[in-house]
Nanobody, 121 residues
Framework: QVQLVESGGGSVQTGGSLRLSCAASGIMTYMAWFRQAPGKEREGVAAIYTGRGITFYHDTVKGRFTISQDKAKNTVYLQMNSLKPEDTAMYYC?????????????????WGQGTQVTVSS
C-alpha cells in the first residue's frame, strides 16, 4: 500500500479546465483516477501503467482528460479539459499492483481522501 494525497479540485464553468494532482508515498504498478457523484457508483476515469506509461481512459473522457506521471516526484496528474456538468464528482486517486481490470475499484488497495470537482453550466 501507499499513501495518496489529492489536490487541485475546484469549481469551474462548462468548458473550463482543472488539473488534479496525486502525491504518493511510492508508485504502484497502476495509478488511477476514479470519481463518484452523489447517488452513483464509483467509476474509473483514467489509469496509467507506471512502468511503461501506458494509459487507459473511460469512454466519456477520451480526448478531454489526460493522465500523466512524474516519477521523480511520485506524482500522478489528471489534466481535465472541456469540462462538462456531468464531470461533477468527488475524484479519488487510487493505486494497485498487477491483476484485475483497471476499472474495478475493488482491485485497488490504496486510496486518497478525494478532491471535489464541480462544473457549472
Amino acid at each position: 500500500q501507499v499513501q495518496l494525497v489529492e489536490s487541485g479540485g475546484g469549481s469551474v464553468q462548462t468548458g473550463g479546465s482543472l488539473r488534479l494532482s496525486c502525491a504518493a508515498s511510492g508508485i504502484m504498478t497502476y495509478m488511477a483516477w476514479f470519481r463518484q457523484a452523489p447517488g452513483k457508483e464509483r467509476e474509473g476515469v483514467a489509469a496509467i501503467y507506471t512502468g511503461r506509461g501506458i494509459t487507459f481512459y473511460h469512454d466519456t473522457v477520451k480526448g478531454r482528460f489526460t493522465i500523466s506521471q512524474d516519477k521523480a516526484k511520485n506524482t500522478v496528474y489528471l489534466q481535465m479539459n472541456s469540462l462538462k456538468p456531468e464531470d461533477t464528482a468527488m475524484y479519488y486517486c487510487a493505486a494497485k499492483g498487477f491483476g484485475g481490470v483497471w476499472t474495478n475499484a475493488s482491485n485497488y488497495n490504496s486510496w486518497g481522501q478525494g478532491t471535489q470537482v464541480t462544473v457549472s453550466s
